[in-house]
């Protein structure tokens, strides 16, 4: 466990134009638990975890993960999270194992380990069987179980989830919550976007 809050921010504000995307926001994620972020479509949730990510960069306030400051230490926090945005970031003309050695290799893995963290999990969301098929002839459900996968290859110390659940059937959005649970019970934190 860490001795700091994996996730730290304080008086985070966004604007666009004349709208207030995020304003004067405050949050402090635990290394081992899990904070949700819910709200209706616009109140800022997104915009939140895109500044948390280093997607976007804030107009005020500041905001530490990992310990590393979002701005002015970028690669150091990207090398320490997990990102599984709204929409399915993998590539659909590989085949689910090409994209989880591929984002391997992008962790900086030898092209061993990046074939055995693939295989591992492709095990673990159940997508062992339609590894070798191109990603475009899946489902919307295994897309998303690929695309959780894709987040977790670099066994991140922060996982930022927006809106995990969406495209996922019953028996995905089990496995997405035992997935986290398994996750937090291991020390990483989770923020989450519903």
């Known amino acids: 466990m860490y001795d700091q809050p994996a996730i730290q921010a304080e008086g985070l504000s966004k604007r666009f ?9 405050n ?28 997607l976007l960069r804030p107009d005020g306030g500041r905001a530490l993960v990992a310990g590393y400051d979002v701005v002015r230490q970028a690669a150091h926090v990207r090398y ?4 599984l945005g709204q929409h399915t970031a993998v590539d ?16 900086h893995l030898g092209a061993r380990a990046a074939q055995r963290r693939a295989a591992e999990l492709l095990r673990r969301f159940g997508l062992a069987e339609a590894a070798e098929r191109t990603v475009r002839t899946w489902s919307g459900g ?3 179980r690929l695309d959780l996968a894709v987040s977790l290859v670099g066994h991140p110390q922060v996982l930022f989830l927006d809106e995990p659940s ?19 019970d291991a020390g990483t934190a989770v923020l989450l976007t519903t």
């Open 92 to 107: 659909e003309v590989l085949s689910g194992r090409q994209n989880l050695v591929l984002f391997g290799r992008l962790h």
């Open 27 to 54: 949050l402090t994620v635990s290394a081992g638990s899990v904070l949700g972020l819910l709200g209706p479509n616009g109140a800022g949730k997104t915009t939140a975890v895109r500044i948390l990510t280093t």
């Open 80 to 83: 320490r999270i997990g990102l």
């Open 17 to 25: 134009g004349d709208v207030h995307a995020l304003e004067d926001v």
């Open 142 to 144: 295994m897309r998303r």
């Open 166 to 184: 969406s495209g996922l059937d019953p028996r995905g959005r089990h496995q997405l919550w035992q997935t986290i649970r398994q996750l937090v």
